[in-house]
């Protein structure tokens, strides 16, 4: 059942039963991440797309050349991060905003100026899946510092619920690019503040495992419907995500323990 609500400024926060399994999935995937102390262990929590999974079903848009492009992004919003507070010395609850701000100024414009159709498609998905090898295979995992995080996941309850609610506001205009909106990622930066150089390098990972995905839901959403097409393509994602990371566990160097 969905639920209209005009806002200011042109925008329309529709409510469904998806955004009300959101709120579940983002709060257990996030303690998850939390809990864990492995960089390399987060760094897989940090790749399952199962928000994205949600939120693409409450849109109930077909997949198309928004939610590859989204990649590009949310690569951008994840080094941002990064950046800010590992090269700039910004403080990380100021930097994690800053660069959720650059996200939504960015997926707003895309949203505007990103054609749907098959060609806009698969160009994008061909563009995107070379810059997640080159990024992927061009670049190696760092020893970080191992964190498990004391606050208990009640705390973090009240972050999660403003977050999901700002995607319920706008991802009406953000469109497809809403579909990998940094839900798990705002307090999961934060929880992986020691280890953000590991935690950059899961866009381009879910860049080569989860554009098969896309294209797998993309090829059989009009004839199998949006869920079977992205249950299909998680099956696919799984075939790759699994020796992949296998293959990247064993060059992974030690944790620090400083």
């Known amino acids: 059942m969905l639920e209209s609500h005009a806002l200011p400024f042109g925008l329309t926060a529709t ?26 262990a987060k760094s897989v929590m940090m790749t399952l797309p199962v928000p ?6 409450s849109l109930g848009l077909s997949v198309n050349a928004t939610n590859v492009l989204c990649l590009i992004i949310l690569f951008i919003y994840s080094h941002s991060i990064r950046l800010l507070h590992d090269r700039l010395g910004v403080p990380i609850v100021a930097a994690i905003p800053l660069a959720l701000a650059l996200y ?8 505007r100026v990103t054609p749907t159709g098959d060609t806009a498609f ?16 061009g670049t190696s995992p760092r020893a970080e510092r191992a964190h498990r995080t004391s606050l208990p996941v009640w705390a973090k309850l009240p972050i999660i619920l403003c977050v999901v609610a700002l995607l319920v506001l706008i991802k009406g205009n953000l469109g497809g690019f809403a579909s990998f909106f940094p839900l798990v990622s705002v307090v999961g930066s934060y929880e992986a503040r020691h280890c953000l150089w590991t935690m950059t390098r899961t866009i381009p990972l879910l860049m080569i495992t989860i554009l098969p ?9 009009d004839t199998l419907g949006l869920g079977t097409g992205l249950l299909l393509g998680w099956a696919v994602f799984l075939m790759l995500l699994v020796p992949i990371t296998a293959w990247q566990w064993k060059r992974w160097p030690a944790p620090l323990t400083d």
């Open 122 to 137: 698969w160009i994008a998905t061909a563009v995107v899946y070379v810059c997640g090898l080159f990024l992927f295979f």
């Open 213 to 221: 995905l896309l294209v797998t839901a993309h090829l059989t959403q």
């Open 104 to 111: 939504i100024v960015l997926g707003l414009a895309a949203a």
């Open 52 to 57: 994205f999974t949600i939120v693409t079903l």
């Open 15 to 40: 409510l469904n039963r998806w955004d009300l399994i959101l709120v579940v999935v983002v709060s257990l995937q996030t303690a998850g991440l939390a809990y864990i102390a492995a960089p390399r």
